[in-house]
């Protein structure tokens, strides 16, 4: 029997950098190999003179009625990290899809932040707090008035970093983070900690 006969997948990717792709190789293989597989994939914050030729921005309502003109018959299947999936989420309803056929696994992290608790200082704020240690540095932020930036929450979009210019930060999870981004200092707030004293540039 022929297997591909009924298959209709159109498999939407969005990363934010190349080097992020997860099995790239693997997919458009798998849409060369089978025809009713369509592999889309985009990225939405790729360095302007990189390799890569294919398309590039955030999710939209343009992208999803570009990937699938027929996308309130099918059956959508969601994951991410969960500013990802709430954005993703409205637009799929904004498009018409009935929530039934919605369904959704999410990123999550395991285990709370932990660290020795310290002094932090927001260098750009002027404000210096003490923390416990327990909470994350973005809930520090948030609950002294200091404005970062965030989405998912988890340590995986990357939204929240910012540079640690001195002192040491312990995180749950690194994947919002480039190798260059962490060599540079860069931390996630969701999913830090305070090690001791540390200066940050928010």
Avoid at 72 to 89: D, H, I, K, N, T
Avoid at 183 to 188: C, I, P, Q, R, W
């Amino acid at each position: 029997a022929d297997k591909q006969s009924e298959v209709d997948v159109v498999f939407l990717h969005v990363a934010r950098r190349q080097s992020e792709l997860i099995f790239a190789r693997e997919l458009k293989q798998l849409g060369k190999q089978h025809t009713g597989t369509r592999v889309r994939i985009s990225l939405s914050q790729e360095a302007e003179g990189s390799s890569w030729r294919g398309a590039r921005g955030r999710l939209s309502a343009a992208m999803l009625k570009r990937a699938a003109p027929d996308l309130a018959e099918r059956e959508v299947y969601l994951c991410g990290p969960e500013g990802f999936m709430a954005s993703a989420r409205m637009l799929l309803g904004d498009a018409g899809l009935p929530p039934a056929q919605l369904h959704e696994e999410s990123f999550d992290v395991s285990s709370g932040v932990s660290g020795s608790g310290g002094r932090v200082e927001f260098s750009a704020s002027g404000k210096t707090i003490q923390a416990s240690g327990s909470e994350s540095l973005l809930e520090l932020a948030e609950a002294s008035g200091i404005a970062v930036a965030s989405a998912c929450r988890t340590g995986h979009c990357g939204e929240c970093k910012v540079r640690c210019l001195s002192g040491a930060v312990s995180m749950v999870v690194t994947d919002g983070l480039s190798a260059d981004e962490l060599a540079d200092g860069y931390v996630l707030t969701c999913v830090g900690a305070v090690n001791g004293d540390i200066r940050l540039a928010a």
